[in-house]
């Protein structure tokens, strides 16, 4: 008995080594390729979700902020969820981060009142 299970744990032993030399358990070459292709979707995506997003101009005054703007803009409560209104607020201004924008210059807000 002890030598069947020494078989068959040698023969687990060789496909595994013959596994990782063929085919290998970390194809570098081919994960960076579907990296790229990944990050490239990823960008196109993104581009054409910006395009979609409507939005609105505004001047942000002292004491605005991002979720003040855009309730005031629809005379009712937000329908989205606030990830959803940060994370769209970031798209249409290029990543600008939505606790550092400054007064007196104009964003693009995302426009919320076509979905109610």
């Known amino acids: 008995m002890k030598k069947l299970a020494g078989l068959f744990l040698f023969l687990i032993i060789a496909y595994a080594v013959y596994n990782d030399l063929s085919i290998g358990t970390l194809p570098a070459a081919k994960m960076q390729d579907s990296e790229i292709t990944t990050t490239q979707k990823a960008e196109k995506a993104e581009v054409q979700t910006t395009q979609e997003i409507p939005f609105f101009e505004h001047e942000v005054l002292p004491g605005d902020t ?4 855009i309730d005031s803009y629809l005379d009712s409560p937000l329908d989205v969820p606030v990830s959803q209104a940060v994370e769209d ?3 249409l201004n290029n990543g600008t981060d939505p606790q550092k924008i400054k007064f007196g210059n104009i964003y693009k807000f995302p426009d919320y009142s076509s979905q109610n």
């Not at 991002?66 to 703007?69: A, E, G, K, N, T």
């Open 66 to 69: 991002v979720l003040s703007v």
């Open 89 to 91: 607020f970031k798209k």
